[in-house]
């Protein structure tokens, strides 16, 4: 792996927002993919951080910062991952659910389905079930994407798919759901439409369901 990658894993870990910009601007001169820079530095770097606040040795001040900086490097890869200017083919309601503030994964799988030439309208975390109705209506959605990280917040998704069932867009938008607790096993349990355990299987789920 080359170098730059496992700095900017150790920067991410630091939580230095402004000094990840630089260094990924520094890869990609180098000529490294934005997947790679993705993948092997940013993410690598959140495993670390993440396995750290499991076993309390990392507390969330420090994750908050890494989170920080991860967005900050999201935000430097977003032109190459992404693709402008094509006609839209299919609207995605995104959001993660009431409860819930983790937006990192949300914010990938955006990004993944904006590079798809999906038109993505993103509802922040926290959001209320009947949020995510309102806004599908108004933007003629044909997903509703629902992320959560945390076992308490998943069950929200249930209650958009009751929602959902209940209501006239029953049959005209299908259901995605995911993150880190959430399964095939539960996507089956509480009905929704598809689940998928990472932001690039996302947009290509989402990319069919739209077809
Ligand atoms: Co929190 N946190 N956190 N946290 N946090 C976890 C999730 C946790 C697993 C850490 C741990 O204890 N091991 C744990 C949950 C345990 C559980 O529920 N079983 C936890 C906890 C407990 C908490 C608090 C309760 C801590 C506290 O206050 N005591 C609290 C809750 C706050 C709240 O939400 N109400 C909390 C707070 C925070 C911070 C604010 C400090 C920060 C979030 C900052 C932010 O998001 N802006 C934070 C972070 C960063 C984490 C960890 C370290 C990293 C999460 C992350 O961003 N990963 C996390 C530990 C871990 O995951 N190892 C942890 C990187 C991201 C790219 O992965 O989001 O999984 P992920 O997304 C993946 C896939 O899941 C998928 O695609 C992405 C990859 O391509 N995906 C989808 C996601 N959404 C999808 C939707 C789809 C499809 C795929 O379709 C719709």
Redesign the pocket.
Same mark, same amino acid.
């Given at each position: 792996m080359p170098e730059i990658l496992q700095e900017i894993s150790k920067l991410l870990q630091q939580g230095r927002a402004p000094a990840i910009k630089e260094k990924i601007g520094q890869a990609i001169q180098e000529g490294i993919s934005a997947e790679q820079i993705l993948n092997e530095g940013l993410?690598a770097g959140?495993?670390v951080? $993440?396995?750290r606040?499991?076993a309390n040795k990392a507390f969330?001040p420090e994750?908050?910062l890494?989170?920080?900086a991860?967005?900050m490097g999201l935000s430097v890869l977003k032109p190459l991952l992404t693709q402008s200017g094509m006609e839209a083919k299919g609207v995605v309601v995104?959001g993660t659910v009431k409860?819930?503030?983790?937006?990192?994964?949300?914010n990938?799988?955006r990004m993944m389905r904006d590079g798809k030439g999906l038109k993505v309208i993103d509802l922040g975390? =926290?959001v209320p079930a009947a949020k995510y109705l309102e806004a599908a209506e108004q933007n003629h959605a044909d997903i509703i994407?629902?992320?959560?990280?945390?076992?308490?917040?998943m069950k929200e998704m249930q209650t958009v798919v009751e929602l959902v069932k209940g209501s006239p867009l029953y049959g005209k938008v299908k259901i995605?759901?995911? $993150?880190?607790?959430?399964s095939q096993a539960f996507c089956d349990t509480i009905g929704a439409d598809c689940?998928?355990? =990472?932001?690039?299987?996302?947009a290509e789920a989402a990319l069919a369901l739209c077809g």
């Open positions: 993410l959140m495993d951080i $993440g396995e606040f499991k969330i994750v908050m890494a989170a920080r991860m967005n995104i409860g819930d503030q983790h937006d990192i994964g949300k990938l799988v975390v =926290d994407a629902c992320s959560a990280l945390l076992t308490t917040t995605m759901v995911g $993150g880190a607790p959430v689940y998928t355990p =990472d932001a690039a299987t996302a």
